[in-house]
């Protein structure tokens, strides 16, 4: 198959290669992949922002990787095929077309632009690569009339970090400054000694090269080893038991370390090694693994400053109740309670989030610190680690070492995908060793990518597939192996939640469609909006740079077919996971991390990696610079359009101000205070800051004084954080909730687990005014039949920092006695919890209450794409039937709800015919309260349902009056109560 494609595509007119690209995209230009993208369907009742502002998320990402995968890469190769038939292969006429089109591209490019309307100082890292540069510059030409080998200049030049960094905290502990300038003449002094000392020990007869090298790994250990040390200090402190003289202890290392690989040198160094040394092997790894460490050192003690949790090298914690719901509930759940992971807790962001977490926990002893993840910077480490690893497979461990040493822009768009890399490494893994153990190995760092995040490995699982499918087209006798250690490891995956479930008590398959309903769910976190469309960066990032990456992916496939010499097995791998991974991710970029949130790199996925890569491989020159030029033409780019968007800039991640890591770890060891010495006492490792630590307290405090010791709550502010930091057991499977519920079957199984806790659940805690919400649709509204749910069972009790407490009906009356009874026994003040502690009096009759619902299209699919026919719903009250409504002449009725069936909520049913597409507002009344819906109605005669039953005032039977108004003119409209219903 391969070949007669090859010999195909051997046979095209390599001339029309530019026209064919020039028709295809001004005929692609023709179609829009984002019209024609409204609801046909609302299937499982879920509904997000985009469904409301009537848009299909699901289809919209299908038009746009139709476009991309199928309709520009067919018209391309079908024009590319008819051209090459119809002109000649070097006429003055195909010349001369070639020539307009190539020109021609640029005009083209402004098209697809306009497609949618529309100070230096020296520092670290620039003295020391310049140094290295010179040194290698000028002594160059003296090694090769003396006869010196570079290698042993290679060695000097990366020997020479440790050493430089000993000398940093020496001079630091003796106050002495280390500027950039000053740190380069001690690198060059450092660099002649070891340059001078190696060759001169080379001339011992009874010394090798090799041992030599071999025995200075002790020493290359050094920075790791202090970095290791100083933070075992630390978690030594937590169990009393302190080290305070952390200069001498980091002193000692590195003098042992010295003093062993002198010994070492010494006892092996005379002896023939059986095959030589590679240092670059392993002083590599090693040194950036020292320097990595070195930048996300943490502290003992943190000093006050405005850090967030996400950078935490030193500082106070600022906790985003909502967005650390995830990760914290799920670490509280397995320490407090014995939940583990995926099985009873579901965290949209996986062990991504969790597993650093769960590491300081167990090293500290310290788990309601651990909820605030302070060891989240250690994910750099993995990610770098993992670049370093890959870049060398790519190109070679000197490329790969200094890209990671020295190039600032290293992981600014790619973050937490760089972890995608795992698949990409065990691929090259089992393609070398072409084993069963092989691919085992390679199935299992999918499993590893998948449980660290499930939006990350879906695209990479996916790309590997493809990739293995191109390798067993070459070499089908790898289809055996592959097919069979797929089947192991999805066996034995299989096997081990069957049995993790059964000890927990879980329905093992309810459990998994709970988890892939929650996990896939687009159309609950789909925004309207993706990005301002009259913005450069809209089009380039959702158009043209899936249209290029598509296209280099066509290219590296023709000249893998062409010559498939020319590309090593590891960079094709590479590649085509990549491209694939990118491609696959364009769907997350549509729906929630899109230019909406300014999220570019979430956006750009691996694009800017794999264009590096396919530029690499498809120039002719094969120089490192391609690598760099295009990778940081790229980067800087979409650095200018984002800033002029007024998006955050590219610091905007792990390397403050993108430093390269050879200057953020200079900077760490030059400014850190981790070698000052400490009192002799436990302290707290994670602090937070004023505001969060008194609102923690707060919330235990009336916690503590309404609740049992085993109580719990139903929580409705899409907070389970408090959940963890109050140490009460979370009921329900998703965590952030009711925020990751999806669908009306979600909200069942939600309200099914908190039945279960039975009377453990003593209250509902919801936002003042029940006013949670999420991209504009209240709380009460997206998850009715949650809100109904609370409405039925639990009443309004008492408030407290814009929280409200609601206690289960017919408790009334004892809960008041207990809130009472907690603010008189609470001592008055300003900052006391109790003194701002109030019971909700006479709740249905607060006058001045105005509660807008703002639905969009939502009513319209409701009534005429449910799975339940609207015919087949019970119609409990007719209110009126005939009557007209305009923009001048609303239409009013006495309407009361007493005697209507609430069991099961209820709906209101408005049929009309209108002339033209406009907005109705339906009005429900009482003297002191109204419930406004706005919906958008489209012309023709159509129906439209709404879920008056998520209020809390609808069953309180206090309307008297139901309005309907509208901007456009409606005729024969009809009103009724309809009987509410659940889908089966």
């Given at each position: 198959?391969?070949?007669?494609?090859?010999?195909?595509?051997?046979k095209?007119?390599?001339?029309?290669?530019i026209p064919?690209?020039?028709?295809?995209l001004?005929?692609?230009?023709?179609?829009?992949?984002?019209?024609?993208?409204?609801v046909?369907n609302?299937?499982?009742r879920e509904?997000?922002?985009?469904?409301?502002?009537?848009?299909?998320?699901?289809?919209?990402?299908?038009?746009?990787?139709s476009?991309?995968?199928?309709l520009i890469?067919?018209?391309?190769?079908?024009?590319?095929?008819?051209?090459?038939?119809?002109?000649?292969?070097?006429?003055?006429a195909?010349?001369?077309?070639n020539?307009?089109?190539?020109?021609?591209?640029?005009?083209?490019t402004?098209?697809?632009i306009n497609?949618?309307?529309g100070?230096f100082?020296?520092?670290?890292?620039?003295?020391?690569?310049?140094?290295?540069?010179?040194?290698?510059?000028v002594?160059?030409?003296?090694?090769?009339r003396?006869?010196?080998?570079?290698?042993?200049v290679?060695?000097s030049l990366?020997?020479?970090?440790?050493?430089?960094?000993?000398l940093i905290?020496?001079?630091?502990?003796?106050?002495?400054?280390?500027?950039?300038?000053?740190?380069?003449?001690?690198y060059?002094?450092?660099?002649?000694?070891?340059?001078?000392?190696?060759n001169?020990?080379?001339k011992i007869?009874?010394?090798?090269?090799?041992?030599?090298?071999l025995?200075?790994?002790?020493?290359?250990?050094?920075?790791l080893?202090?970095?290791?040390f100083?933070?075992?200090?630390n978690?030594?402190?937590?169990?009393?038991?302190?080290?305070?003289?952390?200069?001498l202890?980091?002193?000692?290392?590195?003098?042992?370390?010295?003093?062993?690989?002198?010994?070492?040198?010494?006892?092996?160094?005379?002896?023939?090694?059986?095959?030589?040394?590679?240092?670059?092997?392993?002083?590599?790894?090693?040194?950036?693994?020292?320097?990595?460490v070195?930048?996300?050192?943490m502290p003992?003690?943190?000093?006050q400053?405005s850090?967030?949790s996400?950078?935490?090298?030193?500082?106070?914690?600022?906790v985003?109740?909502?967005?650390?719901?995830?990760?914290?509930?799920?670490i509280?759940?397995?320490?407090?309670f014995?939940?583990l992971?995926?099985?009873?807790?579901f965290d949209?962001?996986?062990?991504?989030s969790?597993?650093?977490?769960?590491?300081?926990?167990?090293?500290?002893?310290?788990?309601?610190?651990?909820?605030?993840?302070?060891?989240?910077?250690y994910?750099?480490?993995l990610?770098?680690?993992?670049l370093y690893?890959?870049?060398?497979?790519?190109?070679?461990?000197d490329?790969?070492?200094?890209?990671?040493l020295?190039?600032?822009c290293?992981?600014?768009?790619?973050?937490?995908?760089?972890?995608?890399?795992?698949?990409?490494?065990?691929?090259?893994?089992?393609?070398?060793?072409?084993?069963?153990?092989?691919?085992?190995?390679?199935w299992?760092?999918?499993v590893?990518?998948?449980?660290?995040?499930?939006d990350?490995?879906?695209?990479?699982?996916?790309?590997?597939v493809?990739?293995?499918i191109?390798?067993?087209?070459?070499?089908k006798?790898?289809?055996g192996?592959?097919?069979l250690?797929l089947?192991?490891?999805?066996?034995?995956?299989?096997v081990?939640?069957?049995?993790?479930?059964?000890?927990?008590?879980?329905?093992?398959i309810?459990?998994?469609?709970?988890?892939?309903?929650?996990a896939?769910?687009?159309?609950?976190?789909?925004?309207?909006?993706i990005?301002d469309?009259n913005?450069?960066?809209?089009?380039?990032?959702y158009?043209?740079t899936?249209?290029?990456?598509?296209?280099?992916?066509?290219?590296?496939?023709?000249?893998?077919?062409?010559a498939?010499?020319?590309i090593?097995?590891?960079q094709?791998?590479?590649?085509?996971?990549?491209?694939?991974?990118?491609i696959?991710?364009?769907?997350?970029g549509?729906?929630?991390h899109?230019?909406?949130?300014?999220?570019?790199?979430?956006v750009?996925g691996?694009f800017?990696?794999?264009f590096?890569f396919?530029?690499?491989?498809?120039?002719?020159?094969?120089?490192?610079?391609?690598?760099?030029?295009?990778?940081?033409s790229?980067?800087?780019?979409?650095t200018?359009?984002?800033?002029?968007a007024?998006?955050?800039?590219?610091?905007?991640?792990?390397i403050i101000?993108a430093?390269s890591l050879?200057?953020?770890?200079?900077?760490?060891?030059?400014?850190?205070?981790?070698?000052?010495?400490?009192?002799?006492e436990?302290?707290?490792r994670?602090?937070?800051?004023?505001?969060?630590?008194?609102?923690?307290?707060?919330?235990?405090?009336?916690?503590?004084?309404?609740?049992?010791?085993?109580?719990?709550?139903l929580?409705?502010t899409?907070?389970?954080l408090?959940?963890?930091?109050?140490?009460?057991?979370?009921?329900?499977?998703?965590?952030?909730?009711?925020?990751?519920?999806?669908?009306?079957?979600?909200?069942?199984?939600?309200?099914?687990?908190?039945?279960?806790?039975?009377?453990?659940i003593?209250?509902?805690?919801?936002?003042?005014?029940?006013?949670?919400?999420?991209?504009?649709?209240?709380?009460?509204?997206?998850?009715?039949?949650?809100?109904?749910?609370?409405?039925?069972?639990?009443?309004?009790?008492?408030?407290?920092?814009?929280l409200?407490?609601?206690?289960?009906?017919g408790e009334?009356?004892?809960?008041?006695a207990?809130?009472?009874?907690?603010?008189?026994?609470?001592?008055?003040?300003?900052?006391?919890?109790?003194?701002r502690l109030?019971?909700?009096?006479?709740?249905?009759n607060?006058?001045?209450?105005?509660?807008?619902?703002?639905?969009g299209?939502?009513p319209?699919?409701?009534?005429?794409?449910?799975?339940?026919?609207?015919?087949?719903?019970t119609v409990?009250?007719?209110?009126?039937?005939?009557?007209?409504?305009?923009?001048?002449?609303?239409?009013?009725?006495?309407?009361s709800?007493?005697?209507?069936?609430?069991?099961?909520?209820?709906?209101?049913c408005?049929s009309f015919?209108a002339?033209?597409?406009?907005?109705?507002?339906?009005?429900?009344?009482?003297?002191?309260?109204?419930?406004?819906?706005?919906?958008?109605?489209v012309?023709?005669?159509?129906?439209y349902?709404?879920r008056v039953?998520s209020g809390y005032?609808?069953?309180?039977?206090?309307?008297?009056?139901?309005?309907?108004?509208s901007?456009?003119?409606?005729?024969?409209l009809?009103?009724?109560?309809?009987?509410?219903?659940?889908?089966?």
């Amino acid at each position: 198959m391969l070949n007669t494609l090859k010999s195909y595509c051997d046979k095209l007119n390599k001339n029309m290669l530019i026209p064919s690209v020039y028709l295809a995209l001004v005929i692609g230009l023709i179609y829009n992949p984002f019209n024609n993208i409204g609801v046909s369907n609302f299937k499982g009742r879920e509904f997000g922002q985009a469904l409301i502002n009537g848009i299909d998320s699901s289809v919209r990402i299908n038009h746009l990787l139709s476009w991309v995968i199928f309709l520009i890469p067919l018209l391309f190769l079908f024009i590319w095929a008819i051209t090459s038939r119809l002109c000649g292969n070097k006429n003055e006429a195909t010349l001369f077309l070639n020539k307009l089109c190539a020109v021609s591209l640029v005009p083209l490019t402004l098209g697809y632009i306009n497609r949618f309307a529309g100070s230096f100082s020296f520092s670290y890292d620039i003295v020391i690569p310049f140094l290295m540069a010179v040194i290698i510059t000028v002594l160059n030409p003296i090694c090769q009339r003396s006869h010196l080998e570079f290698c042993d200049v290679k060695w000097s030049l990366f020997s020479s970090f440790p050493i430089l960094l000993f000398l940093i905290i020496v001079s630091k502990r003796f106050g002495i400054g280390v500027s950039p300038l000053r740190l380069g003449v001690l690198y060059i002094l450092i660099f002649l000694c070891a340059f001078f000392v190696l060759n001169l020990l080379k001339k011992i007869p009874s010394l090798k090269s090799d041992s030599i090298k071999l025995s200075f790994t002790w020493v290359m250990c050094a920075p790791l080893a202090v970095s290791v040390f100083l933070e075992l200090c630390n978690i030594l402190n937590q169990h009393n038991i302190f080290i305070t003289k952390k200069y001498l202890g980091a002193v000692i290392i590195y003098i042992f370390l010295i003093v062993l690989g002198v010994i070492f040198g010494l006892v092996f160094g005379r002896k023939e090694r059986l095959k030589p040394f590679c240092f670059e092997k392993y002083y590599y790894p090693i040194m950036l693994l020292g320097l990595l460490v070195i930048c996300v050192q943490m502290p003992l003690i943190f000093t006050q400053g405005s850090t967030s949790s996400f950078v935490s090298l030193a500082g106070t914690f600022e906790v985003n109740f909502f967005e650390s719901s995830n990760a914290a509930s799920a670490i509280s759940g397995f320490f407090n309670f014995g939940e583990l992971p995926f099985i009873q807790n579901f965290d949209a962001h996986m062990l991504y989030s969790e597993w650093s977490g769960f590491l300081y926990a167990f090293l500290n002893a310290d788990s309601f610190g651990a909820l605030f993840n302070p060891y989240k910077p250690y994910m750099l480490v993995l990610i770098y680690m993992l670049l370093y690893f890959l870049y060398a497979k790519f190109f070679d461990r000197d490329s790969a070492v200094i890209i990671c040493l020295f190039m600032s822009c290293l992981t600014a768009f790619i973050d937490y995908y760089a972890l995608g890399v795992i698949v990409i490494l065990g691929a090259i893994y089992a393609h070398r060793k072409k084993t069963l153990f092989g691919y085992i190995i390679m199935w299992l760092c999918v499993v590893i990518c998948v449980l660290m995040r499930l939006d990350l490995g879906f695209p990479f699982a996916v790309g590997l597939v493809i990739c293995l499918i191109l390798m067993a087209l070459k070499d089908k006798k790898i289809i055996g192996k592959i097919l069979l250690s797929l089947s192991l490891v999805l066996g034995a995956c299989g096997v081990l939640y069957l049995i993790l479930c059964i000890i927990k008590g879980v329905a093992p398959i309810d459990r998994a469609l709970e988890f892939l309903g929650t996990a896939s769910s687009n159309t609950n976190w789909s925004t309207a909006s993706i990005g301002d469309v009259n913005q450069i960066l809209f089009p380039i990032c959702y158009i043209i740079t899936p249209i290029v990456a598509v296209g280099l992916g066509i290219s590296l496939l023709y000249k893998y077919l062409k010559a498939p010499d020319t590309i090593k097995a590891p960079q094709l791998i590479i590649a085509v996971i990549l491209l694939f991974a990118y491609i696959l991710n364009i769907s997350r970029g549509i729906v929630r991390h899109s230019l909406n949130e300014h999220q570019v790199k979430y956006v750009l996925g691996t694009f800017i990696l794999f264009f590096a890569f396919a530029v690499y491989i498809l120039s002719k020159r094969k120089m490192l610079f391609s690598f760099v030029a295009s990778y940081f033409s790229v980067f800087l780019v979409f650095t200018v359009l984002m800033t002029g968007a007024g998006y955050t800039t590219v610091s905007d991640g792990y390397i403050i101000e993108a430093s390269s890591l050879f200057e953020s770890s200079l900077k760490t060891q030059v400014q850190t205070e981790s070698f000052s010495q400490i009192a002799t006492e436990k302290v707290t490792r994670v602090n937070l800051n004023d505001d969060t630590s008194k609102y923690i307290d707060d919330i235990n405090a009336v916690f503590d004084a309404l609740m049992t010791k085993d109580g719990t709550y139903l929580d409705f502010t899409n907070q389970t954080l408090i959940y963890a930091v109050s140490g009460r057991q979370k009921p329900v499977y998703v965590n952030q909730s009711p925020g990751l519920i999806s669908g009306e079957k979600a909200q069942q199984r939600f309200l099914s687990q908190i039945e279960s806790f039975g009377d453990r659940i003593e209250y509902a805690l919801l936002p003042e005014d029940n006013s949670g919400a999420i991209d504009n649709i209240k709380n009460s509204y997206r998850y009715y039949l949650v809100s109904e749910y609370i409405n039925k069972n639990f009443t309004p009790l008492c408030s407290f920092d814009s929280l409200e407490l609601w206690c289960k009906k017919g408790e009334l009356d004892e809960k008041t006695a207990l809130v009472n009874k907690a603010i008189n026994n609470a001592a008055q003040s300003d900052d006391n919890v109790f003194s701002r502690l109030s019971l909700i009096t006479d709740f249905e009759n607060q006058s001045g209450k105005d509660i807008r619902f703002d639905l969009g299209y939502l009513p319209y699919y409701w009534a005429n794409l449910d799975e339940i026919k609207l015919s087949d719903k019970t119609v409990l009250l007719n209110i009126t039937d005939g009557k007209s409504v305009s923009q001048d002449n609303p239409f009013s009725t006495d309407m009361s709800t007493a005697g209507i069936d609430k069991t099961h909520g209820n709906y209101i049913c408005l049929s009309f015919s209108a002339d033209t597409d406009g907005e109705v507002l339906l009005s429900l009344n009482s003297d002191d309260v109204t419930y406004t819906y706005s919906f958008n109605a489209v012309s023709g005669t159509s129906s439209y349902l709404i879920r008056v039953s998520s209020g809390y005032y609808w069953y309180e039977d206090i309307f008297s009056n139901l309005t309907v108004s509208s901007d456009c003119d409606i005729n024969n409209l009809t009103i009724t109560v309809l009987k509410g219903d659940t889908l089966k």
